[in-house]
């Protein structure tokens, strides 16, 4: 119970990685809010999930491109849970199309949410933390393509790019505050984003099943893990490192 007395937010946290994040969490003793776009009834059972870790859960419907939205409902949740010591920026989309091919809004929207969004939730909570007093751990999620381009996926790749950049200024504006500011760069997932992609997106499937050099993609467990890890007290040390979980996907697997 390593987060005993401390509480968290995780943003998507309806979507598949924020809620198993949610839940280690709350497992490991924090108390947790859930901010996403679903309605309360489309989220009842990702929160109920949580819930059933013994710890206080609430639920707000949050969209993260709406800064007035976002400093609202964190305003509630330190009144509701008496402050806050990590944070998981989760929330995102992703919607590929061909380079030439993407629309003006198709590129607005993933930066509106991927990136503006994980502004709005760094800023925020990082001035409720130095308001506060609290040497708090934000931790971003990225993505292995934020690094490595990937087919079909300029505005997603991109906008995760500049996740690293924002956590990186972060860090070192933060550090003074004696809050760590960190990302994790999972790879394919089966599950969240990619899980539909690998659903939805037959040539997306085809190039998965070549590309990871451990064979099988990854879980919304082993990225909640991480997460847990960097949250931690073993990661006291650590500021403006992006940990990557990808099966090996930017090490380049070629074929035979």
Sequence with gaps: MIFEGKVALVTGGAGDLGNEMALHLAQEGADVAIWDVKSPAEAKAQVQRVKAAGRRVIYQRVDIANRK?????????????????????????????????IPQDNWQRHMDINLTGSFNVGQATARQMV???????????????????????????????GVNMLMKQMARELAVYGIRVNAIAPGIVKAGLAGRQLIEEPQYAKRVSRVIPLGEPGTPVEIAQAVVYLAGPATAYMTGSLVVLDGGCSLFQFDQ
Excluded: H, M
């Design 69 to 101: 939205q976002v400093d609202a409902a964190l305003a509630k949740l330190v009144t509701t849970l008496g402050g806050l010591d990590i944070v998981c920026a989760n929330a995102g989309i992703v919607e590929a199309r061909p380079f030439l091919e």
């Design 131 to 161: 308001k506060a007093g609290t040497q708090g751990r934000i931790i971003f999620t990225s993505s292995w393509v934020s690094q490595i381009p990937w087919p079909e996926n300029t505005a997603y790749d991109t906008s995760k790019a």
